[in-house]
């Protein structure tokens, strides 16, 4: 069974940066990618960042330059720096692992407000 936990959620101010972790646990194979999508109410689940086994990325056009997406595949960790925060990056952050069909993890909250 494959578990995926996010954590580093919270409320920051405009401009203020956050740094999302999620740990994934089980039979996890590091070749598939692994992705950070965001939902906000009233809203569909979106793409912000996915990294491939080897490195490549790809980002939301509403996200580059202000986040970065980053993975340890010796801890099975994936990280999302996100930097420049707006009011619009409010949502419930996801972190997915696209092996076997793909796992989510629970969801950790971002709050941008002043």
């Known amino acids: 069974q494959v578990q995926l936990v996010e954590s580093g959620g919270g409320l920051v101010q405009p401009g203020g940066s956050l740094r999302l972790s999620c740990a994934a646990s089980?039979?996890?194979?590091?070749?598939?990618?692994m992705g950070w999508y965001r939902q906000a109410p009233g809203n569909q689940r979106e793409l912000v960042a996915l990294?491939?086994?080897?490195?490549?990325?790809n980002y939301a056009d509403s996200v580059k330059g202000r986040f970065t997406i980053s993975r340890d595949n010796a801890k099975n960790m994936v990280f999302l720096q996100m930097n420049s925060l707006k009011p619009e990056d409010t949502a419930v952050y996801y972190c997915?692992?696209?092996?076997?069909?793909?796992?989510w993890g629970q969801g950790t909250q971002v709050t941008v407000s002043s």
């Open positions: 997915k692992w696209y092996g076997s069909g793909g796992y």
């Open positions: 089980g039979s996890i194979s590091t070749i598939y990618p």
């Open positions: 990294i491939t086994s080897t490195g490549s990325t």
